[in-house]
């Protein structure tokens, strides 16, 4: 869980906007399409993206332990609803692109692992149209165009698609007769936002200049607020992934008096900058190696993100989408409840309990 940590912190310092600024992605769903970069490719361009995502060269298996581990939901919420999660992984290439075999052998393991064409070469406005109806298909609708217009033009032969959609419910959920407007100090002023209230236990803790408290929701997904006890903007810079994962590990279940706002966040981003600010370098340039994925020469020409989170009293869904674009080249004591006003920016995760895999990162400064 640590690497993954540490990827995801690492990566959304260098990916997020200004402290002022809200922003919310996927390293679920940023991890799996620079996953599946990886396999496709050997030799220097492989060790960087393996650096990158925390990974060694050749334990590409374990990372996907972990988003294999993290694709299944089970159990349901109070209310009965079943959690929603849908997973993509897909590999869109040109006709006339010959694929090795063994990529694609080593695809099928994915979660929900497939293999489409496209006319990348006669009609790439085809072609994005139809990778941005796909994922918006599997994300429900909430991100109807995660490739731009240009992002595909007749030397684009191939893309490595992650599209995720999660949906789940509160295993209790909030009352909405106890919503009500609160002052919230947000970077550009105080305003009134629709905030919830309840006093319940809660795993809780605090340390290192932080409060954590984690919502359990159905299926074995936790929502964590990560609120600071100053200001986001200089808090943020300094969490490292040991501070967190102690943060979280050191939770135990207190009475909790929590008011948290209900928000939609939502980020888009080109990670070109930011894998390089990694170490990712070779795979966007002619010397890329993508010998395990054909024989032609390719190169990655952009990676392109989308995401989007809400959170209200019923529980949260979040979808996000990832594109990696080829081209040639019991009883207890009712003790006094700890109170958790979060009325100033703060972090919000959405992760798999059992295996610790971050679905979601978001960060609100100014709670809609």
């Known amino acids: 869980m640590s690497e993954h940590l540490d990827f995801s912190l690492s990566l959304h310092k260098h990916l997020a906007p200004p402290p002022e600024q809200p922003f919310c992605w996927s390293p679920y769903s940023v991890a799996s399409a620079l996953g599946l970069v990886t396999a496709a490719v050997g030799g220097s361009t492989r060790d960087e993206l393996a650096a990158a995502l925390r990974i060694g060269p050749d334990d590409l298996g374990g990372l996907l332990d972990l988003l294999a581990g993290s694709a299944e939901l089970g159990g349901t919420g109070r209310s009965g609803e079943e959690p929603v999660l849908a997973v993509a992984n897909t590999l869109w290439a040109y006709d006339d692109l010959l ?60 893309a490595l698609v992650n599209a995720l959609y999660l949906r789940t419910s509160w295993q209790e959920a909030f009352d909405d007769k106890a919503t009500a407007p609160r002052v919230f100090h ?118 392109v993100h989308r995401s989007v989170l809400r959170v209200d009293e019923n529980g949260l869904e979040g979808a996000a989408a990832t594109a990696a674009m080829m081209r040639l080249t019991a009883i207890v004591r009712e003790e006094e409840p700890i109170r958790v006003e979060v009325d100033r920016p703060f972090l919000f995760l959405v992760r798999h309990r059992k295996t610790g895999a971050v679905y979601f990162l978001a960060r609100v400064v100014d709670p809609a």
């Open 99 to 158: 694929v090795h075999e063994s990529f694609l052998r080593e695809l099928k393991s994915w979660p929900g692992s497939d293999v489409r064409t496209a006319p990348f070469r006669e009609r790439p406005e085809t072609a994005r149209q139809l990778i941005n109806s796909d994922v918006e298909e599997t994300t429900r609708g909430l991100i109807p165009e995660l490739l731009p217009e240009g992002s595909v033009d007749p030397e684009t032969v191939a």
């Open 186 to 303: 947000a970077p550009r002023g105080d305003r009134d936002v629709p905030t919830m209230h309840v006093t319940r236990r809660f795993g809780y803790a605090a340390a290192g200049g932080w409060q954590a408290v984690t919502i359990p929701a159905a299926g074995g997904v936790d929502g964590v607020v990560l609120l600071p006890d100053e200001g986001l903007d200089q808090a943020e810079p300094a969490l490292d992934a040991d501070r967190l994962e102690s943060l979280l590990s050191s939770a135990e279940q207190q009475r909790v008096e929590l008011l948290l706002p209900k928000f939609d966040v939502r980020g888009a981003a080109e990670l070109q900058r930011p894998l390089g600010a990694l170490g990712v370098r070779t795979v966007f340039t002619p010397g890329a190696d993508f010998s395990p994925l054909t024989d032609r020469t390719l190169r990655v020409s952009t990676v």
